[in-house]
């Protein structure tokens, strides 16, 4: 009789780690912006009740994924990380250079992580949480003809989607991507863009989620195929 291979045990969260993850998810929940200030590490340090060592490891661990910047000196503090900033932190800490990195090769692997945060969507998703993706897409048809506009409302659809993930890697990373993706869309020029076809797509994708999973959630994923300036998109 042979003994059953044991299974490892999850790693123990440090007070550091539950700290930064408490953070992240404020931070990715939109609860701060870019550039904003979070606070001091005093007011951090008081805030959640943890020694001062465990604040600096708390920040640390948010420094390496980008996600904020401490600033030292009167008026510094903790504060969320520009986007420039956070991107490249992020080629630093994912190991890839980005001028050798395409709009091509983020929106693959974008792509890829797609059917994961919509799952996760529809297992969560709340009637508000329905109604808010609903409202985010009526905006996108107003904007139908003005493709830059419609596309900062896809990315806000994307990101409202991914909030409710419980996976924080596969949240963050999702999110990263679309702000790499968003960063590239600025010089993009639009050749070939159906606004209303690209609307119907998103629509019946929400609708998809709140059916919470499914035969009509799996094709909806499967139809959420690059849209038009991933293919037609000239990127300077």
Do not use: Q
């Not at 999973?213 to 293919?231: C, N, S």
């Amino acid at each position: 009789m042979t003994a059953a291979t044991p299974t490892p045990l999850p790693p123990r969260v440090s007070r550091a780690a539950s700290v930064a993850r408490e953070l992240e998810s404020l931070i990715l929940a939109s609860e701060y912006r870019p550039g904003e200030r979070i606070a001091t590490k005093d007011e951090l340090r008081a805030r959640f009740g943890v020694a001062v060592a465990t604040i600096n490891e708390a920040v640390r661990l948010l420094e390496t994924r980008g996600l904020v910047e401490a600033r030292p000196g009167p008026g510094g503090g903790i504060f969320v990380a520009r986007a420039a900033v956070r991107l490249a932190l992020m080629n630093t800490v994912m190991g890839f250079p980005s001028e050798t990195t395409t709009y091509r090769d983020y929106l693959e692997l974008r792509d890829a992580l797609e059917p994961l945060i919509c799952r996760d969507a529809a297992r969560r998703a709340s009637g508000a949480d329905i109604a808010a993706f609903e409202v985010i897409v009526e905006r996108m048809a107003e904007h139908v003809d003005d493709p830059a506009g419609y596309f900062a409302c896809n990315w806000e659809l994307h990101r409202a989607i991914a909030r409710l993930s419980a996976n924080a890697p596969l949240r963050a990373i999702y999110v990263t991507l679309l702000e790499y993706l968003e960063s590239m869309m600025a010089d993009a020029s639009f050749d070939a863009f159906d606004g209303p076809a690209s609307v119907a797509l998103h629509r019946e994708l929400i609708a998809a989620i709140a059916t919470g999973g499914g035969p009509r959630l799996e094709a909806a994923i499967a139809a959420h195929v690059p849209l038009p300036p991933a293919a037609d998109a000239e990127l300077d």
